[in-house]
């Protein structure tokens, strides 16, 4: 931790800051300058408090220095880590597409879904029976039926399936049913008691970035899952808020090679939710695997005038195989495979 | 529903859209200028699918007229409603101030930030016995523990106590603890399933706003608890994200006067979160009456130096007690009282 | 300065940063910690450049302790500075009231703007005659016209006249014309030839905050007008930009304590651009008088109706004259006046 | 333009927006809903004024349907427009790297530069003669003499020169130096003086995005310029200012598809500026050619550690080299090449 004092601090201020490091059991280096003080407390940095630092007299303002996520942190695991879906890994050369519908409608939908993802060479399957809608007038997803459409239809070609879990009381059953992979979607990636759950499972994680949550944050959110016990995360970066309205969202392409170098878990992207038209994907699908991403989540829906959400940001089966030419050849470029 | 065409549509295209409107039970009107034609859409625009829409042939863009937000409107409800918090109104002439320690510690702390509650005039205590934390390493809160301190405390004083609900395996602790508000906190404001069961108990709801959520989808939340049959919501600005990182958050004024136009429901303010800093409390709390709230949540600790979380934020008794003298003042001066 | 070292950082690396800050004549003061080595760099930090410090091998990150900003800084200037306009003193006791239209459109427009202001208990009028409109179609002001029909207007009340400067070479027509503040507008916030040029006449100037400034930012674009030789700087908050798509922008008034506390120079608001509506005005007005703010600029315009730009931000006089009423109650409230 | 009117909306008042629009030149078509009356008003929609109408009584709200830019809408322009630098085309299948130091500081320097931009394979050399700082303390660009050490280095290998224009009274010493392309920095985009002077001249002018400029603002600035004559305008993406305090900028790569829709003049992107940090320029550089992306403007020095500004952000020669042989294989992936 960096104190850095005020410039009209006096010796007995500063004196009450260094008693405060050493009650914590921390040690004090002063550093004084012509204008200014510094005071560095070198030690366990979880044993102070920010806060407290900060309101001590002639204090101007305290900095961590030391990084607050532990588990996911690179240091940790310099060498990157894999996390295996039945067999199939993600974070490895091999970049994995994942397609499939918004939700999920009805059997035959999904069967013509698990069709066309098998059909374009994706190596996982998605598709949502619970669906966070801004209206509550919306659909809201067809619930358990939609998860045992869902792996019935997955199970034809052996498609790993890939579902977000909204609520922790819906863990059980995402359990029964025998998700592959548990989705975290934008607004709940500070849902602390749905982390903590998830936590304490063995399965595989997609934590989605929440729409304004800076890199820290979504490390930690990640912390919360790990410091469960349950160390299969993978990061996926679907667009942020800013002030831009002539797309839905931003997709940050910045935040793949950041990831890259501060965590050792894998980083998938979402270019479908990102731009919120089927149009844009192509271009924000081949710049995420330029840029490294490890996987892609993408929306394709057998007939997207028919979709039951999300319509317009669907591809069509036709539009995904296209699309999967040109990320093979992306990825070759780089030195991978999809 | 209003449709812009593409400058090239054709004839055949116009008619498709038509036909969608029809097919869906509205009626067309449609515009055709000498460069663009333009398609109303008139009847109830929730039968009609935005998304479905853009995606047909030849339309450039879809908007809604009509607002999605029915029960918290205030088409619905001109005149204001007021929320009755154990006889207290929040939403009349009077503005409620609600003070007390960002958590929940000791009985003593507790019972000392009541006194200090009290002496200052404020007609409610706020308190958190479970806390959201960025860490999952951070003090997480006291949990039962926590209600049942704060209404020992908040008893002698005969306050009502706000306090937060996250999980929603927690909520009939919270009415077995007789909780007189629930707060709903900015991570949660799009934690549906939170929502939908707060909806269905009948105590008042403070509801703050995402970190960065638009008024939109703040309404939208709020109808999510309106639509289960709970209309007892109080709205409550806290801040949003920006790109200013001179302070944690941005407090928006400008949503005061805006939603007191959107809303039939009362407004608060939380100036202690969005700044963050205790020298920062007077200053937004001032400019929060004057501009119109209905109430604060101001956070006072009854020794901000041994607070456990939050410490820099929270204001001692006597900057609570001074505080409120301004605030009458400028309350007076627009024709309201503390 | 603060260095932080990475984690592996070798002893060679650390006596590398050692050398360079010694090499800038600044001395080294070197912590070792468990898990990181912090160094600090005691001296005139403007010796040492961060982008060179983050580049020597084994750094993690560099961070600046001292600000950048010097004149403006309160530091410099405990008490406060006042900024005098012909007489009347911004930054004092007093709140300041500038009221006015958007644009000069003609001689008349201005007299009973002038008339409407001076009747309302204005203290100086603004108006624009060269206007910075998004398209190169709209109207973009009389010009030098403009400046006699202010002119002109004003005298007859004998009030200060506050107008735009967009570019460089009308500087010499301003000082001409006896323009009383030189406003420069948000879009032009960093364009440092301007603020050099500005720097270099002994005229008061307003500085509107860039819509996505930061505080440093706005205060070393200040620093930039101060170092040229003229300290007579306002700061102008005018909202900021955000995700929020509800009105045109985000009034920040956390921004007034901030500033008030980074520098000496007096701080005004411009309520009727941050929402952009009318009927939004005297919230914000009224919310920034209780905030601290040390004056107002207030569109105004003797009927809206025809207002040539901004027709539905401006209020009519009677409007202005009732909100001066509720100002002058909320300022006394805060011990202030207007 | 569309005009939403109130809920309560009257005939009489229905009536008054009619007038207005025929008065204004333009025909009306009134659409009566069950709950809502809306209006389209056919027509020249720049006759009409949007803030008129929204105050006219009863308005809810008013839109525009047209776009406002003219000249540089794709629609005017199907089949997109090249962009000619002295024979090299800006907007065809070759991507073009144009690369270089951020700051001209000697002519050994810029000697070294153009060597090592040549040797690299790019097509163009960038440098800053005048340089816009955050302080006024800080190096502010050699001036005219950069100007001659950038040509004389720059002929050697016949590369065409780009650099910043801040100040519109040294546009003719560009001019009189022949500088190939006028760029125009983030800070200047909405410099409606400058924009004008560029547009007067018949030179290729880069224009960066400000950074929080929307992409319709930005398509407007761009038709100043083309509205003056000059329709050689090149698009730069630099990155956007966001919430996300980890990075400097991010990088919006949905702007590149979004504006080869919206305009048909050539895009290109600058992933030096916005990530800041060399280590993240590969990656963003890879992803801006695999959106689609018709040029990149890189940062780099012939020894960044002696760099006079942003040496964290410069790479190496031999990184370019490397980076050079990525771009090329990724261009290939998509059918164009470098």
């Known amino acids: 931790m960096i104190i850095v004092m005020q410039r009209q601090a006096t010796p007995a201020q500063v004196d009450g800051v260094v008693q405060y490091i050493r009650d914590n059991g921390l040690q004090e280096h002063v550093s004084r300058g012509a204008e200014l003080t510094i005071i560095g407390a070198i030690g366990d940095e979880n044993k102070l408090d920010l806060a407290h630092l900060e309101i001590l007299p002639g204090v101007e303002r305290a900095t961590r220095i030391a990084k607050q996520y532990k588990i996911v942190a690179r240091d940790t695991h310099p060498q990157?880590?894999?996390?295996?879906?039945?067999?199939?890994?993600?974070?490895?050369?091999?970049?994995?597409?994942?397609?499939?519908p918004c939700s999920v409608e009805t059997q035959e939908q999904m069967n013509l879904s698990a069709?066309?993802?098998?059909?374009?060479g994706c190596s996982m399957m998605r598709g949502g029976a619970f669906k966070p809608r801004t209206s509550p007038y919306a659909f809201q997803g067809l619930g358990v039926t939609g998860l045992e459409y869902f792996q019935k239809a997955a199970k034809r070609h052996n498609l790993p399936v890939v579902t977000e879990l909204m609520d922790v009381r819906m863990l059980d059953t995402f359990m029964a049913y025998d998700v592959?992979?548990?989705?975290?979607?934008a607004r709940n990636m500070q849902n602390f008691d749905l982390l903590k759950e998830v936590g304490r499972v063995n399965k595989p994680v997609i934590l989605k970035r929440g729409l304004s949550a800076t890199i820290a944050e979504w490390l930690m959110a990640a912390e919360y899952i790990a410091a469960g016990g349950n160390h299969n995360i993978i990061f996926c970066e679907r667009g942020i808020r800013t002030f831009e309205t002539a797309y839905r969202n931003v997709l940050d392409i910045t935040a793949i090679p950041v990831l890259k170098r501060e965590t050792h878990l894998p980083v998938i992207v979402d270019p479908s939710h990102a731009g919120g038209k089927a149009w844009m994907v192509p271009a924000l699908a081949q710049a995420a695997v330029a840029a490294g991403a490890d996987g892609l989540l993408i929306e394709m829906h057998p007939s997207p005038c028919d979709a039951w959400c999300d319509a317009d940001q669907a591809l069509t089966p036709e539009e995904l195989k296209t699309l999967m030419g040109s990320l093979r050849a992306i990825a070759q470029a780089i030195g991978r495979h999809v």
């Open 115 to 120: 069709d066309a993802v098998a059909a374009a």
């Open 180 to 185: 592959d992979v548990i989705q975290i979607g």
């Open 80 to 100: 990157g880590s894999v996390v295996n879906v039945r067999g199939i890994p993600v974070g490895g050369p091999q970049v994995q597409i994942i397609g499939g």
